[in-house]
């Protein structure tokens, strides 16, 4: 059925409909992230009818996203498994740059991607809780009140971003979150055309971050990283000026470590 090869063998237990939703899962990869409905058939083997009908249960469940006439997965297949988050490309090799970037700035660093109207973590190193909640991979914020929300809000192609704007509730965290929509897209497009993103106590009072993009080999925002820090010990000047040069420099890093 699929490109692979031949298939095992299989028991009086198999389950047809699981291995073809597997295989459209598996049909994207890291050269190929999003894909139209014939290129899925064509990969799983699956007439475009049964290739359709996975798809747009995937699409129900969260799993894949759809934009015009192409598809792509969504970070919830995270979900699937801590085992698959800790063995994903991405973790792993931001790690490392994290260490690195929270030794120079002396802050806690993490990595994220979009999943929805949210941001996920995939990656941390902390120094210090700074946060009235414990942050872990797998911890979800609202993507509007977060750095890297707004880098990767940023990176979405116009009418996602659009129908993201047109849907989300951009319920107040403290007196500083942004609730106007046209306000938030407007700031959007200066982080879009500046490349990096500063969020100040809009998520939590005391707590800003700097956020840049992780772009993969086609020039796709596919993640953030971001520097955070309590507002008590650190000015936004010094954010831009001290630890925005180090964050950009790790964020190309982790990008040529991936195309490698």
């Known amino acids: 059925m699929t490109e692979q090869g031949t298939a095992?063998?299989?028991?009086?237990?198999y389950v047809q409909s699981l291995e073809r939703g597997l295989a459209v899962i598996r049909a994207f990869t890291a050269d190929s992230p999003a894909l139209t409905l014939t290129e899925v058939a064509k990969r799983t083997g699956?007439?475009?009818?049964?290739?359709?009908?996975?798809?747009?249960?995937?699409?129900?469940?969260?799993?894949?996203?759809?934009?015009?006439?192409?598809?792509?997965?969504?970070?919830?297949?995270?979900?699937?498994?801590y085992a698959f988050l800790s063995g994903a490309a991405l973790?792993?090799?931001?790690?490392?740059?994290?260490?690195?970037?929270?030794?120079?700035?002396?802050?806690?660093?993490?990595?994220?991607?979009?999943?929805?109207?949210?941001?996920?973590?995939?990656?941390?190193?902390?120094?210090?809780?700074?946060?009235?909640?414990?942050?872990?991979?797998?911890?979800?914020?609202?993507?509007?009140a977060t750095s890297m929300g707004h880098v990767l809000l940023a990176g979405l192609?116009?009418?996602?971003?659009?129908?993201?704007?047109?849907?989300?509730?951009?319920a107040a965290f403290t007196s500083h979150t942004t609730t106007s929509p046209d306000r938030l897209r407007t700031e959007l497009e200066q982080v879009r055309d500046r490349g990096w993103a500063l969020v100040d106590q809009e998520l939590e009072e005391g707590l800003r971050s700097i956020a840049a993009p992780v772009r993969d080999r086609a020039g796709r925002v596919v993640a953030a990283v971001n520097v955070s820090t309590h507002a008590s010990r650190t000015t936004v000047e010094r954010l831009r000026h001290e630890m925005l040069p180090p964050l950009l420099a790790a964020c190309t890093a982790?990008?040529?470590?991936?195309?490698g």
């Open 254 to 259: 982790i990008e040529e470590d991936l195309a």
């Open 91 to 144: 973790p792993e090799v931001a790690r490392p740059h994290l260490e690195r970037l929270s030794a120079a700035v002396r802050e806690s660093t993490s990595a994220s991607v979009l999943d929805g109207a949210d941001v996920v973590y995939v990656a941390r190193f902390a120094v210090s809780r700074i946060m009235a909640v414990s942050i872990t991979v797998g911890t979800r914020f609202p993507a509007y």
């Open 157 to 170: 192609p116009a009418g996602e971003l659009t129908a993201y704007l047109g849907g989300v509730r951009l």
């Open 8 to 13: 095992p063998e299989r028991g009086a237990h």
């Open 46 to 81: 699956l007439t475009r009818a049964g290739a359709r009908r996975f798809l747009l249960t995937l699409v129900d469940l969260g799993y894949v996203r759809a934009h015009g006439k192409l598809f792509s997965l969504t970070a919830r297949v995270l979900d699937l498994g």
